[in-house]
């Protein structure tokens, strides 16, 4: 067996005699790591947008459907007085508009502020 193996090493062409290999493979391994994690940071940053905003509704981000009851975010609003039915409907218009609530989700949610 290790006769085979000489017998191979000795019989392999030599490094001088086969073409170098182009570097051209390496960078575009390279770029599309870069491109990639640039993409990828970049649905992290909006995601964490998207969840900020969210938590500002004060219920983490949580839209039920418009016949369940209304949770912590619109009790402690309305118990408190602080921010009204239109002043909530303001703030999720808001949030459609910049891209953090789909529109399924900001009628979801007004149909729910406004059954109360």
Request: glycine letters at 12%; aromatic letters at 4%; a positive charge.
């Amino acid at each position: 067996m290790t006769q085979y193996l000489v017998s191979l090493a000795q019989s392999s062409p030599s490094s001088s005699s086969s073409p170098s290999p182009s570097p051209l493979g390496g960078i575009l391994i390279l770029l599309l790591l870069i491109i990639g994690g640039l993409c990828l940071l970049n649905y992290l940053l909006k995601n964490a947008k998207k969840k900020r905003q969210l938590s500002q509704l004060g219920n983490g981000g949580v839209v039920s459907e418009p016949g369940a009851a209304p949770g912590p975010a619109l009790s402690y609003e309305r118990k408190g007085g602080t921010m009204g039915i239109a002043d909530e409907i303001t703030k999720l218009k808001q949030l459609h508009d910049s891209g953090a609530l789909s529109a399924q989700e900001y009628e979801t949610a007004k149909a729910r502020v406004l059954a109360g």
